[in-house]
C-alpha cells in the first residue's frame, strides 16, 4: 500500500486494536471501540482522508435500492435509523456541526424511459415496505420549483437525508483523539503474521506496530495490503466517481430545498444542497482502476444531466471538481468482521453507502472486537462469503 522503501522493523507500539485506515468507516471502528475501553491505534498518513472527501453524503437508504440489494437495504435502513442518535453524539462529543439535514429526496424522470425505470422503484419500494409516494411532474415542480418543465413525473421518499461527509469525517477524527485513539501518520507496509494469526502491521517507516487484532479499513486500497494471505485478501476494487461543488448565491437560495436525482440515460444524477448554500453534483461511476483523473466528458456528462433535469444550474459558480474511489465488492455490500485469519477483521466494501453505513458499521465492528461475535444484523455481510469453503490459514 505504500510506494516508500521498507527499512529494518524498530520499536514495537502495540495496542488491542489497530485499524488499517482512517477514513470515515475506520474512524468509526476506532472511536466505538476505544469507547468501549480497547486502546486502539489508527495507521493513516492523513486521517479524516479517503472517499468521504469526494462523496455526497446522501443517506439514501430508500432512493439507491436495486434489484437484488434486498440484504443490503436491511442494513441500509438499520444504520439510517440510527443516524440521527449518532449525529447527535458525535456533535455532543466535539462540538462539530456535521450537516445532518433531514430535507428528504425527490428522484424524478425525464423521459419516458426513465420514467418507467421509477415505476419500477416504486413497485419494489412497495414490495419493500418503504415509504414513497408517486407525484405527476406538476406536483414536482410545485416542491421544487427550478425543476425542468419536461420532468415527467418523480418520487417522493421523505425519509432518503444528507449529511456533510467532510465534516463528519473531521469531527469523527476529534472524536477518536477524545477517546484515546492513538494516531500514526504513516502508510501501511505490510501485515505480519505469526503461528497463523495476524499480529500487528509493518509501517512504511520501518515501526513495526503489534496488535491483538487488526482491522482492515482501507476503502479501495484494503485488497492490496501485501502480507495478507490471498485466502482472506478482500475482493475490493476501487469504482471512480466524479463529483463537483457549485455554490448558491444568497440571491437564489433556496435554489434546492432536498435532494434531487435521476436517472438520465441509464447514469445516474444528483443534486444535493446544503445548507450553507453548497451544491453538490453528482456522480460519474467509471471502471478504470486506479485513475482519479477528473475528465472533460465526466465534468460534461454530470454538467448536461443536471442541467435537464435543473435548467438553472449553469448559473452557479463551479467551485470544485474531484474524483475519489468507490470501494466495491462483488456483490456491492460491505465485508464485516472476522476473516478466516485469526486476528484479523474487515471493515470495508462500503461501495456507494459508505457515508450511510457508517453508523452501523462502528456498532458491528465494536461488537465484534469486544466480543468475539458478529451481531445478528451483520452476519450476512460476513467476508467468509466469498469463500467457498471456509479454509484454514497455513501458518507463516
Ligand atoms: N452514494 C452515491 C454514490 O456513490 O455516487
Redesign the pocket.
Known amino acids: 500500500m505504500s510506494t516508500s522503501a521498507s527499512v529494518a522493523p524498530s520499536a514495537v507500539p502495540s495496542s488491542d486494536v489497530l485499524v488499517v485506515g482512517g477514513g470515515v468507516i475506520g474512524l468509526v471502528t476506532a472511536w466505538r471501540a476505544a469507547q468501549r475501553g480497547l486502546s486502539t491505534a489508527v495507521l493513516d498518513p492523513g486521517p479524516g482522508g479517503g472517499a468521504a472527501q469526494v462523496?455526497?453524503g446522501?443517506l439514501?437508504a430508500v432512493t439507491?435500492l436495486h434489484h437484488g440489494e434486498q440484504t443490503l437495504l436491511g442494513l441500509n435502513l438499520e444504520s439510517a435509523r440510527r443516524y440521527p442518535e449518532f449525529a447527535a453524539e458525535l456533535t455532543d462529543c466535539t462540538g462539530h456541526d456535521l450537516g445532518h439535514r433531514r430535507c428528504g429526496t425527490l428522484a424524478v424522470a425525464l423521459d419516458a424511459d426513465d420514467r418507467a425505470h421509477l415505476r419500477e422503484l416504486h413497485v419494489l419500494h412497495n414490495a419493500s415496505g418503504l415509504g414513497s409516494e408517486w407525484l405527476s411532474g406538476r406536483e414536482c415542480r410545485r416542491l421544487e420549483p427550478m425543476l425542468a418543465p419536461g420532468v415527467r413525473g418523480g418520487l417522493r421518499v421523505d425519509d432518503d437525508h444528507q449529511i456533510d461527509p467532510r465534516r463528519l469525517a473531521a469531527a469523527l477524527v476529534v472524536a477518536c483523539e477524545r477517546a484515546g485513539v492513538v494516531f500514526h501518520r504513516v502508510w501501511a507496509e505490510r501485515l505480519t503474521v505469526a503461528r497463523g494469526r495476524a499480529t500487528g502491521v509493518l509501517g512504511a517507516d520501518g515501526t513495526a506496530f503489534a496488535a491483538g487484532q487488526v482491522v482492515l479499513a482501507a476503502g479501495s486500497l484494503s485488497g492490496r495490503l501485501a502480507g495478507v494471505p490471498a485466502e482472506v485478501l478482500p475482493p475490493v476494487r476501487p469504482v471512480k466517481?466524479q463529483?463537483l461543488r457549485l455554490s448558491v448565491p444568497a440571491r437564489y437560495a433556496p435554489f434546492l430545498s432536498r435532494t434531487v436525482r435521476a436517472v438520465v440515460r441509464g447514469s445516474?444524477v444528483?443534486l444535493v444542497p446544503r445548507e450553507n448554500g453548497e451544491l453538490v453534483v453528482?456522480?460519474t461511476?467509471e471502471e478504470l482502476g486506479w485513475d482519479t483523473t477528473v475528465t472533460a466528458g465526466g465534468v460534461y456528462a454530470l454538467l448536461r444531466d443536471a442541467h435537464e433535469l435543473i435548467p438553472g444550474i449553469t448559473e452557479l459558480p463551479l467551485t470544485e471538481t474531484r474524483a475519489g474511489l468507490?470501494p466495491a465488492s462483488p456483490d456491492n455490500a460491505p465485508l464485516l468482521g472476522p476473516t478466516a485469519l485469526p486476528g484479523l477483521l474487515l471493515a470495508t466494501g462500503h461501495?456507494?453507502?459508505g457515508?450511510?453505513l457508517t453508523p452501523v458499521t462502528g456498532d458491528v465492528l465494536a461488537h465484534v472486537l469486544t466480543t468475539g461475535e458478529l451481531p445478528e444484523l451483520a452476519r450476512p455481510f460476513t467476508p467468509r462469503r466469498f469463500r467457498t469453503a471456509d479454509r484454514a490459514v497455513q501458518p507463516a
Do not use: I, P
Open positions: 462523496a455526497a446522501m439514501a439507491e466517481g463529483v445516474q444528483y453528482g456522480a461511476s468507490r461501495h456507494r453507502n457515508v450511510l
